[in-house]
């Protein structure tokens, strides 16, 4: 079975660093862009940025851009989502997801995470 | 502001057809056969329903239709059923400034 099993539930203080996983199985890891989306609490989707775990070419969205780090380590098929120093607007659910196309095209993403809550509270 | 517009809701009656659209500009929406299509059912992930304007994944009912006329999408559910209640977004790559993609704000689906 093709899934992305993402790492667990976060509480987080102002100031903190966070790294979150997402593993993939049942498939080629290194063949698929992985891409990350926000969900804000009652909020719409916002797409972040996609990377290539084959050779970690890596695309942000201009409103993520400086803000969080995509990284993948192909040897464990693991794709992850980090900041440096958490706001309380970061509170958020963080999805990843799978392209439909191997080569990227479409831009569609077929295979979903189950979503990490990430919860950011003095 | 989300760069694609979508209306908030819509409601529909089980077996009625409802349209949403997903209207965007050229350097998105109108320039390019990237469309997707999303569901969203109360705390779950979203679901591909469609991509590239009208293709639908393996397992997605062919109630769930997509279509492009210049710089508005739409997706079309005919046959209307009460598990199709959720919310729904478009996305589109775009052009503007990095290319990169954009949701729609997302359109609440109601089957009265």
């Known amino acids: 079975e093709v899934q992305l099993v993402q790492s667990g539930a976060e509480v987080k203080k102002p100031g903190e660093s966070l790294k979150i996983s997402c593993k993939g199985s049942?498939?080629?890891?290194?063949?698929?862009?992985i891409g990350w989306v926000r969900q804000m609490p009652g909020k719409g989707l916002e797409w972040m940025g996609i990377?290539?775990?084959?050779?970690?070419?890596?695309r942000y969205s201009p409103s993520f851009q400086g803000q969080v780090t995509i990284s993948a380590d192909k040897s464990i098929s693991t794709a992850y989502l980090q900041w440096s120093s958490l706001k309380a607007s970061d509170t958020a659910m963080y999805y990843c997801?799978?392209?439909?196309?191997?080569?990227?095209?479409?831009?569609?993403?077929?295979?979903w995470g189950q979503g990490t809550m990430v919860t950011v509270s003095s | 502001q989300s760069a694609l517009t979508q209306p908030a809701s819509v409601s529909g009656s089980p077996g009625q057809s409802i349209t949403i659209s997903c209207t965007g500009t050229?350097?998105?929406?109108?320039?390019?056969?990237?469309v997707s299509w999303y569901q969203q059912h109360p705390g779950k992930a979203p679901k591909l329903m469609i991509y590239?304007?009208?293709n639908r994944p393996s397992g997605v009912p062919d109630r769930f239709s997509g279509s492009k006329s210049g710089n508005t999408a739409s997706l079309t559910i005919s046959g209307l059923q009460a598990e199709d209640e959720a919310d729904y977004y478009c996305?589109?790559?775009?052009?503007?400034?990095?290319?990169?993609?954009?949701f729609g704000g997302g359109t609440k689906l109601t089957v009265l």
């Open positions: 997801a799978r392209h439909v196309r191997e080569d990227g095209s479409g831009d569609a993403f077929d295979i």
């Open positions: 049942g498939y080629s890891f290194t063949s698929y862009w």
């Open positions: 990377i290539y775990p084959g050779d970690s070419d890596t």
């Open positions: 050229s350097s998105d929406v109108g320039g390019y056969n990237y």
């Open positions: 590239e304007v009208s």
């Open positions: 996305s589109s790559y775009t052009s503007s400034s990095t290319p990169h993609v954009v």
